[in-house]
């Protein structure tokens, strides 16, 4: 192989490297200890249900690309805290807001969050088993915190049941 060749290629390979970094180091920022402070900022206090919707949010953001105008969230679920407070997390990490209508939450028995995105659908249903685990925990702050702590690193497919779909044009 020709010297030229071999940097050619060899620069396209530290290309894709470093491209592939900056890709990893991006979800890292936004699923990052500083991107909670600001959600709890927001919010008002730190609670499941607001991991909860951060990780629906975060997980919509990388599966349809994050677009605070086109995206649409329906969330159905109990209306009051804590349930509620899933809108918050889904609020701050797409940027779907209640001031510009492309939220809703709607009574529902569990909870599932809809998101809408031109013609791409994403449903994400919170698993029966995080239910049952969060019914099942000691009133201690401390159990809590742990399991906050661990919802925000959990694997995603853990937490929810997910359909996605592409919806014909
Ligand atoms: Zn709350």
Not at 8 to 26: D, H, T, Y
Not at 101 to 127: C, D, M, Y
Request: charged fraction near 30%.
């Amino acid at each position: 192989m020709e010297e030229k060749t071999r940097n050619k290629i060899l620069f396209l390979a530290i290309g894709l490297i470093v491209s592939c970094l900056a890709i990893q180091s991006q979800e890292k920022v936004e699923q990052s200890k500083e991107f909670l402070l600001r959600a709890i900022e927001f919010h008002g206090h730190l609670g499941p249900y607001l991991v909860l919707g951060l990780r629906a949010g975060l997980y919509a953001n990388k599966m349809l690309g994050k677009d605070p105008m086109e995206t649409e969230a329906f969330i159905k679920t109990k209306t009051t805290p804590p349930e509620s407070c899933f809108a918050d997390g889904v609020q701050i990490s797409t940027g779907c807001t209640f001031g510009k209508r492309n939220i809703s939450l709607e009574e529902g028995e569990g909870l599932q969050v809809t998101f809408k995105k031109n013609n791409q659908k994403l449903a994400l249903k919170l698993k029966e088993e995080i239910i049952e685990e969060m019914n099942s925990l000691p009133s201690e702050e401390r159990a809590w915190e742990d399991l906050v702590r661990d919802l925000y690193k959990r694997d995603i497919k853990e937490i929810f049941e997910i359909v996605k779909q592409t919806k014909e044009k």
